[in-house]
């Protein structure tokens, strides 16, 4: 039997087979994943392989191939990380233009980190409604310059629930990871999107009752449209750690694109003579705000401050 991992508790694997049985599964001590040093071998969005028993619950005999997963880092000394989720089809950054106003820096590390993991970013812009005429413009030329990059963005207000339909849509059929600063409305938006959401934060708090570690619960909600939420606590971007010097300038896509016209294949975009980049920073095809997000993380590089976004 098939199915996919809704929830881990540390001990217990929820999962929601194909069938749509519900099997609390756990894994056989022996089990072991090839190539990956983490604490859990499973995590929530898995597809896994069961074997059921006659009790009603199973063992994980088999994880298929994930397209991607998240991870947290147990530590900066310790090569070993907790993966947080598998296999996410998107992430939706829920940002604020004020009250509290998200820094163009924050979005950009985590477009940056979720460029690295490959998984497509849609930016929400919450609280419409507080904007006064100034932040509206503001708001509109940030949605400008997102799109005009390549990525989506859409402008609600989870409050009065105005743009929330939009978004219900794209999230079927999908793992969406819900991501932002705390204070801009994460838990509003889905509570309108998932009326009986209240419920995930009582079992939490059981959890936690029972002297369980945040760190190893993890949980996906389902919409009643089909479709999943991944609601891991903590989750504030991707840990962009593991990003080469080398490797930055592909993560800010129309910088890349600009790169390709440098005159040394190994510009870093800081000082070189010919680079495409500064000049296009000059000439205002790349914003400034953009190209001082990626001297920042190429700076905390250079002084390896190996910073995690979480
Ligand atoms: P979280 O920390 O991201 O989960 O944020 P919350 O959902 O707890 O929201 C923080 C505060 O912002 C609460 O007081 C919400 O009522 C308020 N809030 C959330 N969305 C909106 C919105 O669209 N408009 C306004 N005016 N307030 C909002
Ligand atoms: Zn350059």
């Given at each position: 039997m098939k199915g996919l991992v809704i929830k881990n508790t540390g001990s217990w694997y929820t999962v929601k087979a194909d069938n749509g049985k519900i099997i609390e599964s756990k894994i056989k001590g022996n089990f072991r994943l090839k190539?990956?040093?983490?604490?859990?071998?499973?995590?929530?969005?898995?597809?896994?392989?069961?074997?059921?028993?006659?009790?009603g619950t199973a063992f994980i005999s088999a994880i298929e191939d994930r397209k991607n997963y998240i991870i947290r880092k147990a530590s900066n000394l310790s090569k070993q990380s907790h993966i947080l989720a598998a296999n996410l089809d998107q992430a939706f950054l829920i940002v604020t233009i004020s009250h509290p106003q998200t820094s163009t820096t924050f979005i950009d590390r985590f477009l940056a980190g979720a460029e690295a993991y490959r998984i497509p970013v849609v930016l929400v812009f919450n609280k419409h409604d507080v904007l006064d005429e100034d932040e509206v413009r503001y708001e509109g030329m940030m949605v400008n310059l997102y799109e005009t990059i390549g990525y989506q963005c859409k402008v609600i207000c989870a409050k009065t629930g105005e743009g929330v339909d939009e978004l219900r849509k794209m999230l079927q059929g999908k793992i969406t990871l819900f991501s932002g600063n705390s204070g801009v409305g994460k838990s509003t938006l889905i509570n309108q999107l998932?009326?009986?959401?209240?419920?995930?934060?009582?079992?939490?708090?059981?959890?936690?009752?029972?002297?369980?570690?945040?760190?190893?619960?993890?949980?996906?909600?389902?919409?009643?449209?089909?479709?999943?939420?991944?609601?891991?606590?903590?989750?504030k971007g991707f840990g962009t750690f593991d990003i080469e010097k080398e490797e930055l300038t592909s993560y800010f896509k129309e910088i890349f694109e600009f790169s390709k016209d440098c005159k040394f294949s190994n510009c870093t975009h800081t000082h070189e003579p010919g680079c495409a980049v500064i000049r296009a920073v000059e000439d205002h095809y790349i914003s400034a705000s953009r190209y001082q997000s990626y001297l920042s993380m190429l700076e905390d590089k250079d002084e390896n401050k190996y910073r995690e976004a979480f």
């Open positions: 190539g990956i040093r983490s604490t859990n071998p499973v995590a929530v969005g898995d597809r896994v392989e069961l074997i059921t028993n006659q009790e998932l009326p009986d959401a209240h419920l995930r934060t009582s079992e939490i708090s059981e959890a936690h009752d029972a002297g369980m570690h945040t760190t190893t619960f993890s949980e996906m909600l389902e919409f009643p449209g089909g479709g999943y939420v991944i609601d891991t606590p903590g989750i």
